[in-house]
């Protein structure tokens, strides 16, 4: 509790007059009027003691609170966003968000997006497809509706769509509740090429024509590739007229910097295990004791049982007589 006391000294600083004074990259995407007076008391105890233990910084506690507000986070996720920090990754997409919507919608839909995106729940390993990971999302969707955020339901996998006597593909189809509108994602493994963005403009283009309805809002591009030159992703932007964003995904999490020195890498640990093998001398085998023989015990003589001689009559029989 006196930790609780000396982290909010003056609760009033959480109160929604305050979220003016941050940038849009810190705000959360939904009205302020929605917010309680003040985020302290609407949060649980023990979601209190993860934030003060994790977050120094007051205007990133801040906006996590906020997030578990918004999506109903349990501890153990808020732990994990807070592990994987979301609050960095939060609306850092590359995209043409800007050029092509109005100013507060396009800062909302920009937030929707992250990069990189955490894929630490899949057990990919190196070498694998695109079908694969693919796949392996699928398997893992709950985890993976968590890390795309708030508001996206799934529609499909291999979404079909048929264009004059062609027939395409969408590798996953979303739409998102909260914007209403269609998200089309793209999945490459290997670096971003800019042909990738030619691609994604044309399925946008007959999302738009065959599935969106009247009251929809455009539909949204997403190319979730493993490396990307940020230079290159906005040139292949530049003259797209769908919204597109491009973004990185990770399988494992990289160690920060302060930790690489500290742990040994998996070269050094094999060569320790291998060093300590040819130190230790060979194992003998011990030979088996040698064993008794037995000697067989010489047999006793068996008892000779007496003859039993007929008794002698003392008198005489009556011929004799």
Same mark, same amino acid.
């Given at each position: 509790?006196l930790?609780?006391?000396?982290?909010?000294?003056?609760?009033?600083?959480?109160?929604?007059?305050?979220?003016?004074?941050l940038?849009?990259?810190?705000?959360?995407?939904?009205?302020?009027?929605?917010?309680?007076?003040?985020?302290?008391?609407?949060?649980p105890?023990?979601?209190?003691?993860?934030?003060?233990?994790?977050?120094?910084?007051?205007?990133?506690?801040?906006?996590?609170m906020?997030?578990?507000?918004?999506?109903?986070w349990?501890?153990?996720?808020?732990?994990?966003?807070?592990?994987?920090?979301?609050?960095?990754r939060?609306?850092? $997409?590359?995209t043409?968000?800007?050029?092509l919507?109005?100013?507060?919608?396009?800062?909302?839909?920009?937030?929707?997006?992250?990069?990189p995106?955490?894929?630490?729940?899949?057990?990919?390993?190196?070498?694998?497809?695109?079908?694969?990971?693919?796949?392996?999302?699928?398997?893992?969707?709950?985890?993976?509706?968590?890390?795309?955020?708030?508001?996206?339901?799934?529609?499909?996998?291999?979404?079909?769509?048929?264009v004059?006597?062609?027939?395409?593909?969408?590798?996953?189809?979303?739409?998102?509740?909260?914007?209403?509108?269609?998200?089309?994602?793209?999945?490459k493994?290997?670096?971003?090429?800019?042909?990738?963005?030619g691609?994604?403009?044309f399925?946008?283009?007959?999302?738009?024509?065959?599935?969106?309805?009247?009251?929809? $809002?455009?539909?949204?591009?997403?190319?979730?590739?493993?490396?990307?030159?940020?230079?290159?992703?906005?040139?292949?932007?530049?003259?797209?007229?769908?919204?597109?964003?491009?973004?990185?995904?990770?399988?494992t999490?990289a160690?920060p910097?302060?930790f690489?020195?500290?742990?040994p890498?998996v070269?050094?640990?094999?060569?320790?295990?291998?060093?300590?093998?040819?130190d230790?001398?060979?194992?003998?085998?011990?030979l088996?004791?040698?064993?008794?023989?037995?000697?067989?015990?010489?047999s006793?003589?068996?008892?000779?049982?007496?003859?039993?001689?007929?008794?002698?009559s003392r008198?005489?029989?009556?011929e004799?007589?």
């Amino acid at each position: 509790m006196l930790a609780f006391y000396r982290a909010y000294v003056n609760p009033a600083d959480l109160s929604p007059q305050a979220m003016e004074k941050l940038s849009v990259a810190e705000k959360m995407p939904q009205p302020a009027a929605q917010l309680p007076d003040s985020l302290i008391w609407s949060i649980p105890w023990f979601h209190q003691i993860v934030l003060m233990e994790k977050i120094k910084d007051r205007t990133v506690r801040l906006w996590y609170m906020q997030q578990t507000l918004a999506n109903g986070w349990s501890r153990n996720i808020l732990l994990a966003m807070i592990q994987s920090e979301a609050h960095a990754r939060q609306g850092q $997409a590359i995209t043409n968000f800007e050029r092509l919507f109005p100013s507060p919608q396009s800062d909302l839909v920009q937030q929707t997006l992250k990069d990189p995106y955490i894929f630490d729940f899949l057990t990919l390993q190196e070498p694998f497809h695109e079908r694969e990971l693919e796949t392996n999302l699928l398997h893992q969707l709950e985890h993976f509706l968590l890390e795309l955020g708030q508001g996206f339901a799934f529609v499909g996998r291999q979404y079909y769509l048929k264009v004059g006597d062609r027939e395409f593909y969408i590798d996953l189809l979303f739409y998102h509740l909260k914007l209403r509108c269609f998200v089309v994602i793209d999945l490459k493994k290997g670096e971003f090429k800019p042909e990738y963005a030619g691609k994604m403009n044309f399925y946008l283009s007959v999302v738009d024509d065959q599935l969106q309805h009247e009251a929809d $809002a455009p539909s949204i591009g997403l190319i979730l590739c493993q490396d990307r030159n940020h230079i290159v992703a906005e040139y292949a932007l530049r003259g797209v007229n769908k919204p597109i964003g491009i973004s990185e995904y990770e399988l494992t999490r990289a160690l920060p910097v302060k930790f690489r020195s500290a742990l040994p890498t998996v070269e050094e640990i094999e060569a320790e295990l291998a060093d300590s093998a040819s130190d230790q001398p060979p194992e003998q085998t011990a030979l088996p004791a040698p064993t008794k023989r037995k000697t067989a015990k010489p047999s006793k003589p068996a008892k000779k049982t007496p003859k039993t001689q007929p008794k002698k009559s003392r008198g005489r029989s009556r011929e004799e007589k």
